[in-house]
T-cell receptor, first 113, second 111 residues
Framework: DGGITQSPKYLFRKEGQNVTLSCEQN?????MYWYRQDPGQGLRLIYY???????QKGDIAEGYSVSREKKESFPLTVTSAQKNPTAFYLC????????????FGPGTRLTVT | QKEVEQNSGPLSVPEGAIASLNCTYS??????FFWYRQYSGKSPELIMS????GDKEDGRFTAQLNKASQYVSLLIRDSQPSDSATYLC???????????FGQGTELSVKP
């Protein structure tokens, strides 16, 4: 089955620890995205990548880092520098030639205490 | 002005009625628009896309785009309780390939 997978579904960490969220897709999509959603708010773009080995900062990149070593994978690291890391993290990808048409994975809910 | 703006609701309609969800956008947003449905605790699901002026129908859903008024809407006919969700409007930014999301409108369909 083709799709976007994110793991884990729920993640708990102590303050001060870095944590890496996984995002994998087997849809042959070139572009991948990371968003953050807080309760009652829309989606805010963290980072995005349109091709392998290249990525750009979104609107709220501070405290986050990414890599894009393979087309299928776009992991997000939430560092200890991120002041309010508790949120619902969503990974998305878009097919070739349809940059704005984004499909989402199931999300990872991160809680930092 | 926010780039993509929606009424947060909640919007409540009786079962079988037409639900109308609205969205306005700024000059910075392109003509590619999308509606996503998000159930509580789940990720957004793409349900409609519209690229040109006018109406686009898919089953019980109709998306409408009015470029002159910078307005996009989603109509849900014969609303069902299973349609109860938050609906996100999104538009493509003119430069950079980014999709901009509205805050979402919560829809509640009462049996």
């Amino acid at each position: 089955d083709g799709g976007i997978t994110q793991s884990p579904k729920y993640l708990f960490r102590k303050e001060g620890q870095n944590v890496t969220l996984s995002c994998e897709q087997n849809l042959n999509h070139d572009a991948m995205y990371w968003y953050r959603q807080d309760p009652g708010q829309g989606l805010r773009l963290i980072y995005y990548s349109q091709i392998v080995n290249d990525f750009q900062k979104g609107d709220i990149a501070e405290g986050y880092s990414v890599s894009r070593e393979k087309k299928e994978s776009f992991p997000l690291t939430v560092t200890s520098a991120q002041k309010n890391p508790t949120a619902f993290y969503l990974c998305a990808s878009s097919p070739p030639g349809a940059l704005y048409e984004q499909y989402f994975g199931p999300g990872t809910r991160l809680t930092v205490t | 002005q926010k780039e993509v703006e929606q009424n947060s609701g909640p919007l409540s309609v009786p079962e079988g009625a037409i639900a109308s969800l609205n969205c306005t956008y700024s000059d910075r947003v392109s003509q590619s628009f999308f509606w996503y449905r998000q159930y509580s605790g789940k990720s957004p699901e793409l349900i409609m896309s519209i690229y040109s002026n006018g109406d686009k129908e898919d089953g019980r859903f109709t998306a409408q785009l009015n470029k002159a008024s910078q307005y996009v809407s989603l109509l849900i006919r014969d609303s069902q309780p299973s349609d109860s969700a938050t609906y996100l409007c999104a538009g493509g930014l003119n430069q950079g390939g980014k999709l901009i999301f509205g805050q979402g409108t919560e829809l509640s369909v009462k049996p």
